[in-house]
């Protein structure tokens, strides 16, 4: 099993940043991609970006390209979400995921852990 707990949610002005981070724990050596996803109240889920853990490449949904940036550290088994000129149509519950496939099966919308959510809040 693996486990995944975010932080770094919090309330923002509009044009503001936050960073996400999201630290896996357990048997992190089956993780073969990561990703984030969000939920605004009363949409489905989507998926806003994805990493492959081995080689750095990245995966982003349209509406968040060139404003936020998915990284990660393998020695701390963490994802980072860097989002910047955030707009009030970003608030959402924000989810980590891990994969053991890749990161394409990621961007789908499938993965095998979830982590359980953290806020984001852009006032306007």
């Known amino acids: 099993q693996v486990q995944l707990v975010e932080s770094g949610g919090g309330l923002v002005q509009a044009g503001g940043s936050l960073r996400l981070s999201c630290a896996a724990s357990g048997r992190t050596f089956s993780i073969y991609a990561m990703g984030w996803f969000r939920q605004a109240p009363g949409k489905e889920r989507e998926f806003v970006a994805a990493?492959?853990?081995?080689?750095?490449?990245?995966y982003y949904a349209d509406d968040v390209k060139g404003r936020f940036t998915i990284s990660r550290d393998n020695a701390k088994n963490t994802v980072y979400l860097q989002m910047n000129s955030l707009k009030p149509e970003d608030t959402a519950v924000y989810y980590c995921a891990a994969s053991r496939g890749s990161a394409g099966s990621v961007v789908r919308g499938r993965a095998d852990y979830w982590g359980q959510g953290t806020q984001v809040t852009v006032s306007s």
């Open positions: 990493i492959n853990w081995s080689n750095g490449n990245t």
